[in-house]
């Protein structure tokens, strides 16, 4: 018996060794949405949010959406018309075979190809094509000035010009090929996307093993799997369940302001709103604050009387929201001969944003405070989507536009050259025009500020809130954050 | 029974062509794929393609019937949300739905059977009591309620089973009790009014007056006489269950039909769509089929 002893201990601890060894640390995410394939270039965050696990950008963007190197070490403006990037050396695709020029000018010359069907061209819409300098820079030139080149980079992500010629389109599509923080396994569209980590990333391996991301639609389930342990990190926490999260002591919230700024748009072509003092009353009878705090729940910003969320560049500080007033919008709206009788119906879509239609019918009900007759008019995607384009949403309608932290993105929606507004006024165009015709910071942020006065003015909306991104995370990892563009970074997570 | 197998095959190709007809022209009625899939900044290039390559020039009967030569090639188009066959998604998604249908329906018939049939015999007894009012309780659960608490109770409190996904066995129980939810309590009450009905029935009396045991009566004499109207009530529930399935495997995050169709009418992805209804049809045609073979096997006289 006794020489047994240490014979079973001996056996014990090599058990023990095998099993450390056997257990790979894994993390599992949750996501809210998964794309139906891996193809790349899709409009969409749920997308880009996959990709960006094995593919990276030339200028990579953190979580609060500032830019830093990415692929390319450094960037500047040759001319007015051509940016050069400088190129990391060293860095290895996931096959083996290294990152050249020769990948960046084949993915930027694929992209800007009309027949490619690339859903995120416009965000590099102005770029003519790409050249070769040598084997670590590349000159990208554009059709005219274009400012926003380098933010509209970071959603790019760049893709192997060999692994193309290989497979060919559609099998890079199942199995894609990156130069990033994680190696694909398998992807399976509405179920999970399996991926190990790169021992030889550039930015510092991975300090887990496997990472998979479930897609669970339902925010209930996703809130369960995070509290009871399958998953370590959740997206898209609805407001009404953060409180379950922060009270279990197994996870807590982690929230950041997105770059999206809800806001209420006018038909102004027709009365009563094509009064720009029957427009201005609106914006005094809806109490935001109170809106902010009892629906929102205090989870995001308030909106200061412009489109733009306070990161965004152009943002201007010394604007202010109107203050809740509703005894001076009637006032308003009295002088300004407004007809009482006339049906103003909101248009909005169900879960599109966060609490939109819980926000639209107490918008509703401050109208009627002051005796407008609002209504709330629930829309289906397909139906919002044709009205919209057709430029016939009703007198009011809530949309949110994400600025992706430059004003010029969200901006351009109130443009003649958007085509989704009619209000139109020619101050705006020129400000707009002279953001965009100027590579130089300062003057682009003077001309943003003129053209939110002008808006501030002519109210061609109500401007409510910036909407915040929520993710819930378990209190046995860390180094994750909430990303404001919904993009998951989890390279540095470490799990305790 | 051959003939009706026949008559019933010839129907079937019917069926999918007025269920696809019906959903093609919704589909195209409710929203102009352009204005879906290209964005406000679209060239009148992009518009011209997308319009050639979906027919969109065309009446929308010629729309109809080049989509059905198509098919009838088994090419169900390319998915307008992501450019890969249609009929792949479809596909990947079946085999979860299958799993899950399987695993329901076995659940709600052999349980609602077997309660149904201990109701009937134990009328207005304790028994009977408890069982109908489960019953009746079960029916009035929305799904979409009884799904979240069942994950609450069993995933989070007591931890025995996983809360969502697609694994080993344990993650089938949670969906599989949901979706057999919406079925059980009705084969319970059906089974029970069948068995009743039949009690006061001649033969069960004469059966009876015999001195023939519970058990044998109910075995030999009611069970299999309840057979009829039973197998015609699964033959319609079916549908129910592939309707339920829509709501479960959202709720569980089962890779299956029912989601695939939600996220495919979400972004109107038409292809995908029809894809997806045609295979939900066919299995409910063939399902009534089935149904209709069976109770030919039962009950000979609709042999004739």
Not at chain 1, 194 to 207: F, R
Not at chain 1, 377 to 394: D, P, R, T
């Amino acid at each position: 018996m006794r020489k047994l002893i240490p014979f079973a201990a001996a056996l014990l601890s090599a058990a023990a060794i095998v099993s450390a060894r056997a257990a790979e640390k894994t993390l599992v995410v949750a996501a809210s949405v998964f794309p139906q394939s891996l193809q790349t270039g899709q409009s969409s965050f749920a997308s880009l949010s996959l990709l960006e696990q094995t593919n990276e950008s030339l200028v990579g963007r953190d979580n609060a959406g500032a830019l830093h190197p990415g692929l390319a070490e450094k960037w500047e403006a040759v001319n007015d018309t051509t940016w050069r990037f400088h190129l990391r050396k060293g860095v290895k695709w996931h096959d083996g075979k290294p990152f050249t020029a020769a990948d960046v000018v084949f993915t930027i010359n694929r992209i800007v190809d009309p027949q490619v069907g690339y859903g995120l061209l416009a965000r590099i819409g102005q770029v003519s094509g790409a050249t070769v300098v040598d084997d670590y820079t590349v000159d990208v030139k554009t059709k005219v000035v274009f400012p926003t080149l380098v933010r509209g980079m970071s959603d790019i992500i760049i893709e192997p010009k060999h692994y193309y010629e290989q497979v060919g389109a559609q099998g890079v599509i199942k199995k894609p090929l990156g130069t990033g923080p994680f190696i694909f396994q398998s992807y399976t569209p509405g179920d999970r996307y399996e991926l190990k980590a790169n021992p030889d990333y550039w930015g510092g391996a991975p300090k887990f093993d496997k990472l998979v991301i479930r897609e669970i639609p339902e925010a209930a389930t996703r809130v369960a799997s995070l509290l009871a342990g399958e998953t370590q990190i959740i997206e898209e926490v609805p407001i009404d369940l953060i409180d379950q999260v922060n009270t279990s002591g197994r996870a807590k919230i982690d929230e950041i302001p997105t770059s999206a700024g809800l806001i209420l748009t006018y038909d102004v072509r027709k009365p009563p709103f094509d009064n720009p003092k029957v427009r201005e009353a609106l914006d005094y009878a809806i109490d935001k604050p109170t809106i902010l705090k009892e629906i929102l729940k205090g989870h995001g910003e308030l909106l200061q009387g412009q489109l733009l969320t306070s990161s965004a560049l152009g943002f201007d500080p010394s604007l202010k929201a109107r203050p809740f007033d509703p005894a001076k919008a009637r006032k308003m709206l009295q002088e300004a001969g407004y007809n009482f009788s006339t049906q103003v119906p909101i248009t909005t879509q169900s879960g599109k944003y966060v609490s939109d239609v819980d926000m639209c019918n107490v918008i509703a009900g401050m109208l009627n405070e002051v005796g407008v007759k609002a209504t709330v008019n629930v829309v289906e995607g397909g139906v919002y989507s044709k009205i919209s384009i057709a430029n016939e949403l009703g007198p009011l309608s809530m949309v949110a536009w994400y600025n992706l932290g430059d004003a010029d993105f969200a901006s351009v929606w109130f443009t003649k050259g958007g085509k989704r507004t009619v209000w139109v006024n020619d101050d705006y165009e020129k400000f707009f025009a002279m953001g965009r015709s100027t590579n130089d910071e300062a003057e682009r942020v003077k001309a943003y500020h003129q053209m939110s006065g002008v808006m501030f003015e002519e109210n061609p909306a109500i401007f409510l809130f910036g909407l915040p991104s929520v993710y819930a995370a378990s209190t046995k990892i860390a180094g994750f954050g909430a990303a404001s563009d919904k993009v998951l970074r989890l390279s540095k997570v470490e799990l305790k | 029974m051959l003939r009706l197998i026949a008559r019933r095959l010839a129907f079937a190709p019917l069926t999918l062509l007025l269920v696809s007809f019906v959903c093609f022209l919704v589909l195209r009625v409710t929203g102009n794929p352009v204005d879906i899939y290209l964005d406000i900044n679209r060239t009148p290039e992009q518009v011209a393609a997308l319009t050639e390559r979906l027919h969109l020039d065309r009446p929308l009967l010629i729309q109809y019937l080049i989509y059905l030569r198509d098919v009838a090639q088994g090419n169900f188009g390319d998915s307008l949300q992501y450019g890969g066959p249609a009929i792949d998604a479809v596909l990947t998604a079946i085999g979860p739905t299958v799993q899950l249908l399987t695993v329901a329906l076995s659940l709600a018939v052999v349980l609602g059977v077997i309660g149904g049939l201990i109701a009937a015999i134990q009328r207005d007894k304790l028994a009977d009591a408890i069982l109908s009012s489960l019953a009746v309780t079960g029916q009035s659960m929305p799904s979409f309620w009884l799904g979240i608490l069942l994950i609450q109770f069993f995933a989070l409190k007591l931890q025995w089973l996983p809360t969502s996904g697609r694994g080993e066995w344990r993650h089938v129980v949670l969906p599989a009790i949901t979706l057999a939810t919406i079925l059980l309590p009705n084969f319970l009450l059906v089974t029970r009014a069948a068995i009743i009905d039949l009690m006061s029935e001649q033969f069960v009396v004469t059966a009876r007056a015999k001195g023939l045991s519970p058990l044998h009566i109910l075995m030999r004499h009611l069970f299999p006489n309840a057979l009829n109207p039973l197998l015609s009530f699964l033959g319609i529930q079916v549908g129910t269950l592939m309707a339920g399935s829509i709501i479960t495997e959202s709720i569980f995050a089962w890779p299956g039909l029912g989601r695939l169709m939600v996220s495919a009418v979400f972004h109107r992805d038409a292809p995908v769509v029809l894809a997806a209804v045609f295979f939900v049809s066919l299995t409910i045609v063939l399902a009534s089929l089935i149904v209709d073979i069976l109770q030919g096997v039962v009950d000979p006289r609709i042999r004739q």
